[in-house]
Structure formats: C-alpha cells, structure tokens
Nanobody, 126 residues
C-alpha cells in the first residue's frame, strides 16, 4: 500500500505560479509510475502530467510548456510546478501512482492508477 498526500494548492491570479507536492508514505522505486490528474468544475478527471519510472515525463497538451513534473526521491515526493496559470486550470488536483507504468496509450487513463491522494484545490482567477 502507498498512501499519497497532496499539498500546495491555493488561489492565484491569471499568470501566477504554484507548486504542488505529493508525499508518498513509502519509497516508490523505479517500477512505479506517478502523476498528477485534475478535475475541474463539471468536468471529468483528466491526466495532467506523468513521471515514469525511467525518468521520462508526459504532459497533457493543455499544460505543455507551462507545467513541470519532477521528483525528489530522497524525500519521496512528487512535484508539479505550474506557471502561467489560466482560469481553465482551476480544478482539484490529485496525485496518483501505480506499480508498472501503463503503456503509452493508457498513460493518462484514470483507471490505470491504483493509489490516489485526497486532492488539493487550485483556483485561478481572471
């Protein structure tokens, strides 16, 4: 079992920045895939950024060039640096993890991830 806890959400204005953190209860080795999903008001949960065990990263088109996912294995923490935030980035952001990354066509599929955090709210005002 891996327990995940997000932090770092808040309210910012358009163009602002936030960094989300996700702390894992135990070490997640290179076999794990970890990532960030979000669910905006009235929307389905969607994948935002994934950090694969081999260190490669994948981003949703809507956040490419603005968001950066990274890890700090010493602290067993996953980060999401969010820059140039837009009102459409407003959502509850969730950290997720699974043993063995899904194939690329499923990398952003919610059902492919086993462990989930409780979420942290990000609100971007215009």
């Amino acid at each position: 079992q891996v327990q995940l806890a997000e932090s770092g959400g808040g309210s910012v204005q358009t163009g602002g920045s936030l960094t989300l953190s996700c702390s894992a209860s135990r070490f997640t080795d290179a076999t794990y895939c970890m990532g960030w999903f979000r669910q905006g008001p009235g929307k389905e949960r969607e994948g935002v950024a994934i950090f694969e065990g081999d260190g490669s990263t994948k981003y949703a088109d809507s956040v490419k060039g603005r968001f950066t996912i990274s890890t700090d294995n010493v602290k067993n923490t996953l980060y999401l640096q969010m820059n140039s935030l837009k009102p459409e980035d407003t959502a509850m952001y969730y950290c997720a993890a699974t043993r063995w990354c899904p194939r690329s066509t499923l990398i952003f599929r919610e059902s492919a991830y086993t462990y989930w955090g409780q979420g942290t709210q990000v609100t971007v005002s215009s």
